[in-house]
């Protein structure tokens, strides 16, 4: 009798603890389903909705105690996820797609999975469906492929030209010294474009790759910006453009990658000289303002009008293709200067006006500031 009492109370505080691991288990996978970033759907046999996490109800606008107990087709009013469901529970498989899907005004790219449920003895008991938002990763992957798209646009032009101008050298033998220079000049020309077209990328690309502060160290300003000018006096004076700066006296130091921000500065200086006609001026100004570092490259040129204003930025935008290609342009540069002032907390502004001028203003905090 003793040994049965025994027994029986072993028993009891088996499944007691048994009974504690489960509801430990339980609240656990309860979490795990609410805190889950991806929107998830767990639905019976009949379609009915068991469980709706905040972020399934969040991107699909529906209030989640609404939908428990409905329909999914009734709760959801969305074709494709519901035909994707009715498919998973029909086939007994994983469905995996992607689906468009209009929230409010705006639509939304939804990976969507959408498995069906066994129980262990290999009966339907359901479904279960997985919403991930790739509307961001949609929107990367087609900058993307434009990009490539417009790179090799791009290579395609002065590699055409190359081969042309050569084609027809090498085929007539008969072309005098003269014609002959000029089309060396014009592959000559061509392959400079071809080979800054490729240390645009080059530094896209690196600066794509490297997000850190691998190479911040500090910098004064005022020493860079110094040199800058001293490089660019033999093209200023080429274009016959007076060049004029004022630097302050004293350092001014940032925390930054000194090759990326020579190049900031270049691509600013570059653009206010090419785009300024002869007897004009370009000016650099180089100040403090309130714990930041700013720096205005202003010209006489011949400007920018507002639509175009903007997307100046953007990376192959060129307001005049023509004009700039004939330049050497390739509508890298200003993307280049923005994503360099934004890798060092900075920004970088343009103001213009058609036929007067533009004002280019590059501003990133002072290293003493950010030490701060
Ligand atoms: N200072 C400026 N004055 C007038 N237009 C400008 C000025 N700076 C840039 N732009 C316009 O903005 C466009 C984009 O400039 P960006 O520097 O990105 O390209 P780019 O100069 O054409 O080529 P790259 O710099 O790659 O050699 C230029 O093609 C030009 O039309
Ligand atoms: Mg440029």
């Not at 993307?144 to 101008?165: Q, Y």
């Not at 691998?214 to 490089?231: G, Y």
């Amino acid at each position: 009798m003793k040994r049965l009492a025994d027994a029986i109370n072993q028993m009891a505080r088996l499944s007691a603890t048994r009974l504690s691991t489960l509801a430990a288990d339980r609240n656990r996978l309860a979490a795990i389903f609410t805190g889950m970033v991806e929107g998830v759907i767990d639905v019976d046999q009949r379609q009915q909705i068991l469980h709706i996490n905040d972020a399934a109800a969040a991107l699909l606008s529906i209030s989640r105690e609404g939908a428990i107990g409905k329909p999914l087709w009734q709760a959801v009013r969305d074709q494709n996820i519901v035909s994707a469901l009715d498919e998973a529970l029909r086939s007994g498989s994983v469905i995996k797609t992607r689906i468009a899907f209009l929230k409010g005004r705006t639509e939304l790219a939804l990976e969507l999975y959408v498995a069906s449920l066994m129980d262990d003895q290999n009966e339907p008991i359901g479904a279960i469906l997985v919403l991930h938002d790739v509307t961001e990763l949609k929107h990367l992957e087609r900058i993307r492929t434009d990009f490539v798209a417009n790179a090799s646009h791009e290579l395609k032009t002065p590699i055409t030209a190359i081969r042309g101008l050569s084609e027809t050298v090498v085929d007539d033998d008969s072309v005098d010294r003269a014609t002959l220079m000029s089309f060396m000049e014009r592959i000559h020309a061509q392959s400079i474009r071809l080979s800054q077209l490729v240390v645009d990328l080059m530094t896209i690309s690196r600066l794509e790759a490297d997000h850190g502060e691998s190479n911040f160290a500090i910098i004064n300003m005022v020493e860079l910006v110094a040199r800058a000018i001293t490089a660019a006096g033999p093209a200023a004076e080429a274009s016959q453009l007076t060049l004029v700066w004022q630097l302050p006296a004293a350092a001014l130091e940032v925390y930054g990658d000194r090759q990326n921000l020579s190049q900031l500065v270049d691509n600013l200086i570059d653009n206010a000289i090419k785009y300024t006609r002869a007897d004009g001026r370009v000016e650099l100004r180089l100040l403090q303002s309130e714990g930041d570092l700013v720096l205005e490259v202003e010209d006489s040129g011949i400007g920018i009008s507002p639509q175009h204003l903007e997307r100046v930025f953007e990376r192959f935008y060129r307001v005049d293709k023509a004009r700039s290609q004939s330049l050497g342009g390739t509508g890298l540069g200003l993307s280049i200067v923005r994503n360099i002032a934004e890798r060092h907390n900075g920004t970088v502004a343009a103001r213009s006006q058609v036929g007067k001028g533009s004002v280019f203003t590059f501003r990133m905090p002072l290293a003493a500031t950010q030490a701060r």
